[in-house]
């Protein structure tokens, strides 16, 4: 079965970056993408970008001013996003995610556990 | 980029009840639209594909319509596992975007 298994919960100073890891089994790695997502304390769902293991193309949200990196490792089978020059309001859960293909239509079906990522001085 | 908005914020309802949850795009996401469930210290969960059909495993109280701007989640009686936030989700234009989520919760 699909399994996204996510790294470990992160405390980070202002300023900082943080890297996390969502290493997928249960099916071929290069052929879905991946997305990262996040959520806020109490908020609701923010798409950040998503990578195609297959190929490396990747698209991020402006939102994120080039603050966001995402990356794969296809030899391990793991995706990673890095996030940069780190600020309060970035304080999340930050899930990985993996599509899913309903009649030629790509959706995100499949979630990691989430990672929680905290700034604070 | 595209906007969703959904209405209500917040649902109060009786199990029983049908739930009408709306999300308007702020220009044509064609139907290239998802809903999804996320329960309290859950992931999101996969409820609705293009606009209006039902992913694998989810019960045929759950349906969807719209396209272009205008979309519907409808929950036709609510069954107490159903009390939840619902977010739309576009994959028209890039970026990617969701809505604000609506709670549906117990009245």
């Known amino acids: 079965q699909v399994q996204l298994v996510q790294s470990g919960a992160e405390v980070k100073k202002p300023g900082a970056s943080v890297k996390v890891s969502c290493k997928a089994s249960g099916y071929t790695f290069t052929d879905f993408a991946i997305h990262w997502v996040r959520q806020a304390p109490g908020q609701g769902l923010e798409w950040m970008g998503w990578?195609?293991?297959?190929?490396?193309?990747?698209k991020n949200s402006q939102k994120f001013q080039g603050r966001v990196t995402i990356t794969t490792d296809t030899s391990a089978s793991t995706a990673y996003m890095e996030l940069s020059s780190l600020i309060s309001e970035d304080t999340a859960v930050y899930y990985c995610?993996?599509?899913?293909?309903?009649?030629?239509?790509?959706?995100?079906?499949?979630w990691g556990r989430g990672t929680l990522v905290t700034v604070s001085s | 980029e595209i906007v969703l908005t959904q209405s209500p914020a917040t649902l109060s309802l009786s199990p029983g009840e049908r739930a009408t949850l709306s999300c308007r795009a702020s220009q044509s996401v064609r139907s290239s639209l998802a809903w999804y469930q996320q329960k309290p210290g859950q992931t999101p969960r996969l409820l609705i594909y293009d606009a209006s059909n039902r992913a694998t495993g989810i019960p045929a109280r759950f349906s969807g319509s719209g396209s272009g701007t205008d979309f519907t989640l409808t929950i036709s009686s609510l069954e107490p596992e159903d009390f939840a936030v619902y977010y739309c989700?576009?994959?028209?234009?890039?970026?990617?975007?969701f809505g604000g989520g609506t709670k549906v919760e117990i009245k």
């Open positions: 990578i195609n293991p297959g190929n490396g193309h990747t």
């Open positions: 995610a993996r599509e899913i293909v309903y009649s030629g239509s790509y959706y995100v079906g499949y």
């Open positions: 989700h576009q994959r028209s234009n890039w970026p990617d975007t």
